[in-house]
């Protein structure tokens, strides 16, 4: 398919990348250390949530004006929303810090947020790539997303064999083993936008 040199919806779509990327990069280096650092890093989860959220919405009134998109209005809309899901599942996260009163994330916590600001970053470069009409170059940073998401998959597996091998409090176990899962379940959502981009390739080459 022939693009316009310049797209609204692809500059829509890269945005909403940017500010992914940025929350995960929030979530990875912010330093939780006491019950009022956790609550406000929370909010300030919650702030990037709603403007991916308006973002979002954004996007769905540009896809209703637009007469001709660079790309099918199903797959800009999936990549919106998938790509919105990344984001929910982090102030998800932040929130359940919040409610559990975890005054400070552990070294499972910190290894997931790595490996999800990496994923996002690859995910704002294949955006980036899209953008530029480089769809060939996206392949790289979808194999990279799945990789990514596999280092999820195994850490979650060992992480939760090690809580239960060394807790012995049953509520501490709940919620960090909810915590895990919540957070692999945000590697998951990464890879749903790596499937979502490798749609546009096969739909458009």
Known sequence: MFFAKSDALLDALLEIAQNVHDSAIYFNQYKVESLENVKSFSEEMNEYESKGDKLVHQIIVQINK???????????????????????????????????????????????????????????????????????AMKEYIIGINELESQGDELLRNSIRHLFKTSTDPIHIMQYKEIYEVLEEVTDHCEDVADALETVIMGNT
Request: charged share 30%; proline share 0%; hydrophobic share 45%.
């Open 66 to 136: 637009s007469f001709i998109t660079a790309i099918e209005r199903e797959d800009v809309m999936e990549l919106a929303i998938k790509m919105d899901d990344v984001l929910d599942g982090l102030e998800s996260c932040a929130a359940r810090l919040y409610m559990f009163d975890i005054s400070q994330g552990d070294e499972v916590m910190k290894k997931f947020a790595q490996i999800i600001q990496e994923s996002t970053q690859q995910i704002l470069e294949a955006i980036r790539l899209l953008q530029q009409q480089k769809l060939a």
